[in-house]
């Protein structure tokens, strides 16, 4: 059983910067897959980034491309996502995600944190 926990989440003014961090717990072998989303009040979760353990190769959504950063520690036990350049538009509630396998639906979630950004 893998369990998810995020920090980091906070207010912070339009052209700043935040770091989230997700700490994993369980076997790395059910994080083949670690990814960032965020949801706002009436949408749906939307894929951030995602990172692939083997390869360490990554994928952002477009909206977030050149200003978010998401790597893993050594071990993959603790995931981050370098928040830059933040807009009022990336203010949602950002969910930490884990997947054994290389495709498909996440198995594991955080519970969130939250991002607020003031313009």
């Known amino acids: 059983q893998v369990q998810l926990k995020e920090t980091g989440g906070g207010l912070v003014q339009a052209g700043g910067s935040l770091r989230l961090s997700c700490v994993a717990s369980g076997s790395v072998y059910s994080r083949y897959r670690m990814a960032w989303f965020r949801q706002t009040p009436g949408n749906e979760r939307e894929l951030v980034a995602v990172?692939?353990?083997?390869?360490?190769?990554?994928t952002y959504a477009a909206s977030v491309k050149g200003r978010f950063t998401i790597s893993t520690d050594n071990d993959f036990k603790t995931c981050y996502l370098q928040m830059n350049d933040l807009k009022p538009e990336d203010a949602a509630v950002y969910y930490c995600?884990?997947?054994?396998?290389?495709?498909?639906?996440?198995?594991?979630w955080g519970q969130g944190t939250q991002v607020t950004v003031s313009s």
């Open positions: 995600a884990a997947s054994s396998g290389g495709s498909g639906p996440f198995d594991y």
């Open positions: 990172l692939r353990r083997p390869t360490g190769s990554t």
